[in-house]
Nanobody
Framework: QVQLVESGGGLVQPGGSLRLSCASSGRAFSSLAMAWFRQAPGKEREFAAA????????YYADSVKGRFTVSRDNVKNTVYLQMNSLKAEDTAVYYC???????????????WGQGTQVTVSL
């Protein structure tokens, strides 16, 4: 089993940066792909970024490409989402997920964190 805990969310001004962290307590961390999803009020949860189990491949939604960077540290059992040039449209609850399959689809991820709020506002 894998337990995921996100941290690092908060309030930031447009154009600012935040780094989210997702810590795993499970030994299976290194065998799973990791992803970040986000959900704004009244909207469906959407894929943001993913990283392969070894960290060698990353994938991004078009909406965040060039601004966000996903990475993982398999020694620390932690995945990160560096968010730069933040926009108001990035405001959402951000969820960490672990699993395998189609990286863009929520059913691919068996394990989910509780989410951390990111608010981008003046």
């Amino acid at each position: 089993q894998v337990q995921l805990v996100e941290s690092g969310g908060g309030l930031v001004q447009p154009g600012g940066s935040l780094r989210l962290s997702c810590a795993s307590s499970g030994r299976a961390f290194s065998s799973l792909a990791m992803a970040w999803f986000r959900q704004a009020p009244g909207k469906e949860r959407e894929f943001a970024a993913a990283v392969s189990q070894g960290g060698g491949s990353t994938y991004y939604a078009d909406s965040v490409k060039g601004r966000f960077t996903v990475s993982r540290d398999n020694v620390k059992n932690t995945v990160y989402l560096q968010m730069n040039s933040l926009k108001a449209e990035d405001t959402a609850v951000y969820y960490c997920a672990a699993g395998s399959g189609n990286y863009r689809l929520t059913p691919s991820y068996r394990y989910w964190g509780q989410g951390t709020q990111v608010t981008v506002s003046l």
